[in-house]
């Protein structure tokens, strides 16, 4: 059974880091590509940040120098490093891979931003 699992939210002052981690478990997150998204409600998926199998990153322009994503192929965990938070980057953060034609999402983890 194919698992992923974020943590690391928190609330956090505008400035501050945060790192998220998600746990992959059924499935090695080392031969796919690993996304992180996130989504407040009433609004569209915002794909964050992208890691493909040989390492290439890809980040949105509202996150770039500010995020970096990373993976630990021994811990089968990927990472997203936030620095300089923003109180727009509130939401909820989730970890996407897509394996046989299909997309596996884990639970979200709350990211807020606020002083």
């Known amino acids: 059974q194919i698992q992923l699992v974020e943590s690391g939210g928190a609330l956090v002052q505008p400035g501050g880091s945060l790192r998220l981690s998600c746990a992959g478990s059924?499935?090695?997150?080392?031969?796919?590509?690993v996304d992180w998204y996130r989504r407040n409600p009433g609004k569209r998926r915002e794909l964050v940040a992208s890691m493909r199998r040989g390492g290439r990153t890809n980040y949105a322009e509202s996150v770039k120098d500010r995020f970096i994503i990373s993976r630990d192929n021994a811990k089968n965990t990927a990472f997203l490093q936030m620095n300089s938070l923003k109180p727009e980057d509130t939401s909820t953060y989730f970890c996407?891979?897509?394996?046989?034609?299909?997309?596996?999402w884990g639970p979200g983890t709350q990211v807020t931003v606020s002083s």
């Open positions: 996407h891979v897509i394996y046989d034609w299909r997309d596996y």
């Open positions: 059924g499935i090695s997150l080392s031969d796919r590509t």
